[in-house]
């Protein structure tokens, strides 16, 4: 038979499946010679137990444990459990591998009854503390239990009171207790004990807990540990009280203690963010011997867990205990500072490092705020930033409001009191959440992190009505609907919609990147023609250009009306447009070698089909007629006969540029002959990189190639001067992929195009998908949006085959991603395990795209030196 | 040095490469002791040697050769060569691997001059025979030699002459040589002989030789050799003639020789079609003995050569000599006769049989006749029967006009007096072939024969004018433009425009296609949804419906209608028309059942996108508004939600299945009830095979699947009856073909789609790739259209995946090819080195897939067999 149970001694941190994250950080913590009230831990194990069953019931054998394991307690302790004149008290809490906040169910002082409560009295010398103790237990055991709100007992008094008073109240709680629960409160300790793990066992299943691992991708198999600890009381004296401490500040990552403490309260006070706690700095004044011990402590902790902690600690007559100790969660800029702190400081590897900065992270570090211009009258309230970034959206009081507004494609902003587990998915969907009350460790702040959303905490002059959704301010009101701006870092929210700013990268972030490029084995490009995105690309830490996409220099006014000429009129009239739009390519194409020098840069020649260029109406095309002076019938005859029933199938990429050899032709000169001129004029050596779309078929690209070389070479002829080039093609058609080797022999780079090779190994149109691609991944018939993520079984497939063929026919191939999911991190994890040279993407998912190779490249040889051994 | 020249008795029929066709033959001749005139060949290899300098000269070592042989000739046949009493006369022929009718070019009496014509004169006592042959030599060798046409010369004089009359004419003769051809008749035989083979060798790359390569895809590199043999005379004296004759009927395949002969004739006169012969028959009568030697030879021959022979003959002074054999040029009936002729005498094996069967064969058999009606009084003319088959079309009366009406669109009948090899091009584009002039064995009818084009010749009571464009026949006039109908097979010749009728397969084409089926490893299944079409499938062989198109049932006006209800309406109405439709989709497949019984019908559920089903235009839509009694603005609202930009990769197949489950739903549920029915009714068990198109992911097929088993056993469970049923899918996407493992697992059976799968694999559309095709495959960026002939590199690699993936994962899976190269023999003979077990086709392709698939069968075992070896 599995043990079941573990003594605080016997376990260790690394046993969090079997312990989970609380349970094994107490075991931690004891074998570290810290105090630590006495306890054991009902593992996972017969959790999972527990809820295999049908009828649902503990095991004589876990009974049999846990009876030995409070005989234990009481010989440890010289306290005997629901009996006795010294009566053995005990916290049960739950503790899964991951942290839920708020998720699970604690229960304090249980051992307590009619009897035991007198013996506590007695022994404490304190009656009120003791009967304000049973209060609170048989309040919990209604709550956790039996689902009643603690709402229904009213607040426990906190003033002095007779023994007959007491029982009055007691008697009074117990009534209550009977009446919402339908039974009587459990004199039994045992009773209340094993009740107690059988509701922890129970709530993994509860429906916030169910959303809080949905949202937050945690398997529904792994059930939760059970803690059982000896009681300690911050509410037994005016020397007593509890709090939370982090090693660094979780919101800047500033080193030195930062936390909050409450006297004469248990832990629930803090979390449930009723009472506003004070600064950790005021326990060193108070208490400071206890201060000492508990900052020694917590440096110990963090140098042990070579991570910020988190510790919640309970004083008791003066006395510190520890209760818990976590990794403790943090803001992304606390993350990213904390991680490169702790990397300087020698605790971490840069391996290490990067395993600790997330994608997410980077997305909200680069998350936008507000500009500087922001006018400080229109700041309406102040609050705590409990996390940053900025948002501006429409008020919804409730979270179902929330969800509704967001379904409409609103963009919302939650505004409550305090929020709760319920309001999980309403906060998932908001901008961002403002609370009037709570501190920085409050749910609202808490969750909010987590979820990367922007939110302000303690708002204390915003009064929530959320029955009447409304909220007052001093000088307004606000209600359902309203516009406002919120500022996560500064904590000021905003009357209407401020303008919001592109976020800049962190200095520290910057450095870390560094970092991960010198790890990474793929470098990162961006996809990029304008100077504005080119600029904007190389500051993100672009290695190059990967894909600029020379359609999209066609479409200002001037341009636009030649590109017309060009597919509309005859004879010399085109040779006027290609003249004209070759010395406008040839400037753009200057401008971009002038920024980049002589980083790479890959041009696509001219990808959509020639209908794109002009408007389908009728009447408009008589326009564009009369405009250039053409017939208009002819002008509608030739729009006509250039519509293609499946566009993306049709005449375009290299079909275009066989068709009209003069398109191509015209762009490779004005690529060739910007990149003569600023070589000469900068004295450095532009090499193009021409891009030949939509290849099938190895003669296709011959003939295009072959096309382009001789442009090239009568340039070189003209202008008696030379540079090296590339000519290489997009990797975009299924077949590609089977001829790669073929392709190979006479390309000089590939690039993956993504997205077209997923429309067509799907079959899939992305201006139709729409139509069923929600119901796809909803009925997880995909497991997700496969031009967001990679499809590795398929695209990846052909993928790998083409790379692997390509880069075998010839070593010195480069080989590339330049489609959509060249900036995803899920899919350049995957990416990372074909012999790819570079990612490239838009400009704002490079840092991303940076970190993911970095991660990729750790993992890959990881994965190899497996392989290896 | 390798051996360039080679007597008759040193080759073998074997030695094509080497010695030619002819060559060959007369050397295997030789051997079987047969009356060959002596001679000697010189090899292609000597011909690709000349071909291959640049100055072309030919080597002294071969000079050497041909003194050498020239000597040995000398030596057997007591004469001397170019001077003496005894002249040594030779002919000489080219002789390639292929046979090349009309391409080569001979000449005969070569050894002739002005002293040794004396020589010849004297010693046969016959003084025209002499100079007439002179006459000959002079001729023929300005026109092979140096390409001046014998008309230049005159017809050559028949009657007797003096000396002095020959000599004038001899000289004139050599006068006319002179101005012609700038040069002198060559005196020296040696110099003739050299000169001559230089000539054939040349002819190798003359412009017809070259196009008749290209026609039939001969490769350029093999070269002629050249015949050299000791002459005999058709013309010596009355007892003397020349003849063609077969062992076989070559127009029907009917047994016991068949052919003409011209007494006092040399086989050039035959072949050029000047004199009309006489039926072999007569030379029973008019040398009985010579003609039993003959036929006893024929027969000898085909034993021989285990196939039918074309002998070529000459009778000189009453002795027979053997001047040719080779395999009979026959119609497609004759040819499938005869093998199956030959194979029932044992002289060939069931496998000879089915490689002697080609798909032009068939297909030519399968040519369309004209219906019984067609009227005798529009015969205006009647010839020989040349080349079967019958057509209809517009008259040209040269080549080059037969091209140019050929280019624009036309179907053309091209009528001349009688065809050269300048003609070949026009006789490609030609639907038939008539000639005033010339025999069964004259140009026209052994080229058209060779091409399958239909052809008459002889027609007597036509005359044409070439050169005014215009023919007469009894009764009027035709001039180019004229509609004409001809039947190869009657001979006859109508005017204006008959209907054709389809062919019926014929009895004995019917027994070798049985015989391809014992030897086939794939079976053929017709592609049909109608009951006149599934009848066709099944007459013309297949062994059950591989791919019947629902969506085909939808388009009758009631059913349309019904279907833009369930379109366009809501609520009940979709229901009642579902309802309607299921009605009489169940009725469609009731009858599908009835015929097929228990043969196999796979059944496509709706592929198509619902808007297919819906008009464009807005007026129309109002007219269908108010047919449905609906709003037109929603119906011209959802017509417009349903419109694709690209509606190949939009919502259809199984999306549409998934999106709409009711469709899918109505379909199973009227296939399975029809099923039940009819095997009630017929006590038999049918067992559905219902196909779910365009899948590409696990999920929706099993999605799919499992809507369609729910309504199935509902069934059942209502009907208290059950049967057997298969559910597959349609493989025609490239992401199917990756993960066809994980298909196989859920999959009964896979059913490649080749169009989509083509379009997808290149990204190409149908509807839009004429735009380039065209262009691609004239450019050879495409060896041909890969909607023809499948492209094995790129889709036939996938499907080699696919079929071998899901094998391997299911060894019962059943993989069949439904798309439109499944009726190709080129693409059929790669499907067969697939893991596929039936191909399914129109049903007028399947006898050609029958063939096709024993072919592939046999040849990949063969392939199988080197391979184990």
Redesign the interface.
Known sequence: MAKLTYRFHEGKKEWKDLLGGKGANLCEMKNLNLPVPNGFVISTEACRNYLIQETKSLSGSLVEEIIFQIKELEMLSSKTFGIGVNPLLLSVRSGAKYSMPGMMDTILNLGLNDKTVHALSKITGNRDFAFQCYCRLIQMFADVVYNVATTNFGTIPTETKTEAEWKVIITNYQKIFATMTGRKFPQDAYEQLLIAVEAVFSSWNNQRAKVYRRIHGIPDNLGTAVTIQQMVFGNYSAESGTGVMFTRNPATGEKGVYGEYLLQAQGEDIVAGIRTPESISGLQEAMPQVYDELTKIANQLEKHYCDMQDVEFTIEAGKLYMLQTRNGKRTPQAAVAIAYDLMTEGLISEETLIARIDEEMIGQLLHPTFTDEAKIETVIVRGLPASPGAAVGQIAFTAEAAKEMSRKGKKVILVRNETSPEDIEGMSVSEAIVTARGGMTSHAAVVARGMGVCCVVGCENLQVDEEKEMASFVDGILQTGDFISVDGSSGRIYLGKLTLNEAETSEVLEKILKICDDHAAMSVYGNAETPRDIKEALLKGAKGIGLARTEHMFFQADRLKMMRQLILAEGSRVDEALAYLKEKQKNDFRQIYQILGELPCTIRLLDPPLHEFLPQDRQELRGIAQELNLNSHSVIAKAKSLA????????RGV?LG??RPEIYQMQVAAIIEAALEVSKEEEITVIPHIMIP?V??I??FS?AKDSCVEIINDLFEKTKMRLPFEIGTMI????AC??ANQLAQVADFFSFGTN?LT???????R???H??LP??TH????PNDPFQHL?Q???G??MRMASEMGKQEKKSLSVGVCGEVGGDPVSISFIQTLPVDYVSCSPYRIPNARLACAKAAIANSKIKKKISI
């Open positions: 293609e029933v499946n566009p993306m199938l049709g005449l079909r066989i068709i939509l099938g078929t003669k296709e003939m975009e058609i299924p077949r089977l001829i077209d429309q067509l190994t799907y079959g899939y149109s201006d139709d998908a139509k069923f119901t796809y009925h997880e018939i995909l499809d079984e398929g695209v497939e052909l």
